[in-house]
């Protein structure tokens, strides 16, 4: 399947589930005031005298990924599929098999983000990243990546992520 196909599959799925779920909760949150009693909310979103330890938890998580990604043989199998398939496949490296573990690894980082939301904030919301959707397609875009393709320069996401990052602040002062 092509990149495009995929990236408008996966958009028109992300919008089909959304819609079902504001349909299921009624476009209402649901609070869990008794949650910071739990022993998740103790392992994942207490705070060390005013340290939040969730960023211990988001820095470990950079942390391994960069040693997966640098240091390891699956980033360098994720760096040559990214770069050309086919000739991944020719040197003998399953490129179905490293997208669906980058994907996994990308899930496996969606979900610790949705957790550390819900314990943050201790109420979950319908409507919780909807706002993030189009800053994250335009930091793909603008960082010089095709939707198909596996990670981007350091530079060119960084700089893009920010740009995108920075423009509704300064739009909202712009008035």
Do not use: C
């Amino acid at each position: 399947m092509p990149a495009s196909l995929s990236l408008v599959a996966t958009l028109g799925l992300n919008f089909l589930l959304r819609g079902l779920i504001n349909i299921g909760s009624q476009g209402v949150g649901i609070p869990f005031p008794t949650i910071m009693e739990t022993a998740l909310f103790q392992i994942f979103a207490r705070k060390i005298d005013k340290f939040p330890i969730q960023m211990i938890w988001g820095i470990a998580f950079v942390a391994m990924g960069w040693l997966i990604f640098n240091a390891h043989k699956f980033g360098a199998h994720v760096r040559f599929v990214g770069d050309n398939p086919d000739s991944a496949q020719e040197m003998g490296i399953s490129v179905k098999r490293v997208k669906v573990m980058a994907y996994v690894f990308v899930g496996f980082g969606a979900g610790l983000a949705g957790v550390l939301s819900v314990l943050i904030n201790r109420n979950w919301f319908p409507s919780t990243g909807d706002g993030l959707l189009l800053p994250t397609l335009a930091a793909v875009f603008v960082g010089a990546r095709r939707p198909g393709e596996a990670l981007p320069q350091s530079s060119a996401a960084l700089s893009a992520s920010s740009s995108s990052a920075s423009l509704k602040p300064g739009l909202s002062r712009q008035g």
